[in-house]
């Protein structure tokens, strides 16, 4: 008995543990509000003008974490092996993504009407401004969420992001209550982003000020560029693969049906925070374990996602009760896509100690080669199933390129695990 107290004890000082404790707190609260401003959207603006928001915000979600083009992994791998280069590798990161990011603005202010009518979208040009400020302001948000996520202080990290949901949800709910609740005032929560990056200023100029004068050592530089550009193209298939699903389907299906189906990958938010969190906390975690014994702690984190896993599989019967009663019965084609979504969640669960471990160990391009096999899958897949047998078959194919997906990642494991032992 003394023994499972000493245990317990043990893990409830480890930092991991506190800081898994802070990223779970912190997302099941920003679940329980998305879920609410998801609630009052689907049914307010019903599912075509849903449709439109989901693909504005898949847009604005896709292009911000491409631009990223990985620089999110490789600045807290080096940061965590030298913490004293920590501001000046985020000071290379910020300057980088900046420059990219004014690039990208750029062309959107002068052709972004012209791309939108070339991808037969003429009926989103009125929101272009939206997109814009929304792509700005959630890929700076990334560089202040990625320092927190770095420098473990996932305390601070927990606040800002609950109150940035506090604030979103406020504003939906001001909406709702002067009657405003339509797609063109709902619009205005691309901007919020834009308002919490102006906190970060101050830490911007550090990041700055340390790359020009605590520069990176040629070494050091020549490792990062020889690690990134693998994370380059992840980023790129990474940035396809996170929405390719509802990406596709706003060219293969109607904005109500895209509505429909952008309601079930909402709902599964309730679960997806999970593997979301333990991302967060292991990838730090595991940069700062011995090469060799990173292997271990991967199967040991393995084990209980695995029982979880099984333990989540609950939920599937109990979406033939939260979608009527959530979204109304307009809503009810959503029923199967979430169950079959739960299944796809699930299994990058499963796999994803396996995953983060082959980072780690400085093997990125074993992910890439992965993760474009699964894209091949999905896009292949959804162009035939899609058109033929409906918009069911997004989430379907979702499962079969993420198994086969995870099958590989694990056969990897295996053989580098091999080879260090």
Aim: include cysteine; hydrophobic fraction near 55%.
């Amino acid at each position: 008995m003394q023994k499972i107290r000493n245990y317990i004890q043990e893990i409830t000082k480890s930092r991991f543990v506190k800081n898994l404790g802070i990223t779970f707190f912190e997302n099941i609260t920003i679940k329980i509000f998305g879920f609410f401003i998801t609630l009052i959207l689907v049914r307010n603006l019903g599912p075509e003008h849903y449709g439109i928001y989901s693909f504005i915000l898949v847009n604005v979600i896709v292009l911000s974490t491409l631009i990223d083009f990985g620089m999110e992994n490789t600045a807290i791998r080096f940061s965590n092996k030298d913490k004293s280069t920590q501001n000046s590798i985020f000071g290379l990161y910020f300057l980088t993504k900046l420059a990219v990011l004014l690039i990208c603005v750029f062309i959107l202010i002068f052709w972004g009407k012209n791309i939108l009518v070339g991808l037969h979208k003429p009926e989103l040009i009125k929101y272009l401004p939206f997109f814009i400020l929304g792509f700005l302001g959630e890929s700076l948000f990334f560089v202040n969420d990625t320092y927190l996520q770095s420098v473990q202080q996932f305390k601070l990290r927990a606040i800002i992001n609950i109150t940035r949901y506090i604030t979103l949800f406020s504003f939906v709910v001001f909406l709702v209550l002067n009657k405003l609740l339509f797609l063109k005032y709902v619009a205005f929560v691309f901007i919020i982003p834009v308002i919490f990056i102006l906190f970060f200023i101050p830490r911007y100029l550090i990041f700055i000020k340390s790359f020009f004068k605590q520069k990176l050592s040629k070494n050091l530089f020549g490792e990062i560029l020889k690690y990134e550009k693998w994370m380059i193209a992840l980023a790129v298939v990474g940035a396809a693969l996170s929405r390719v699903d509802i990406y596709m389907l706003s060219f293969l299906v109607n904005y109500a049906q895209l509505g429909i189906y952008s309601a079930a990958y909402n709902l599964i938010s309730i679960v997806a925070f999970i593997p979301y969190s333990l991302g967060k906390v292991m990838f730090p975690k595991m940069s700062e374990t011995p090469l060799k014994e990173v292997f271990g702690l991967t199967l040991r984190i393995t084990k209980p996602i695995l029982l979880m896993s099984v333990l989540l599989l609950l939920f599937i019967p109990i979406f033939h009760f939260i979608v009527p009663i959530s979204f109304g019965h307009k809503y009810d084609g959503s029923i199967i896509i979430a169950q079959i979504l739960l299944i796809a969640t699930l299994i990058s669960f499963v796999f994803l100690p396996v995953e983060t471990s082959i980072y780690v160990i400085g093997k990125p391009k074993y992910v890439l080669l992965c993760r474009q096999i699964q894209l091949i899958i999905l896009i292949v897949l959804n162009i035939l199933t899609i058109p033929r047998f409906g918009m069911i078959w997004g989430a379907v194919n979702l499962v079969i390129a993420r198994f086969v997906h995870g099958m590989i990642l694990l056969y990897i494991f295996y053989r580098e695990k091999e080879a260090y032992e």
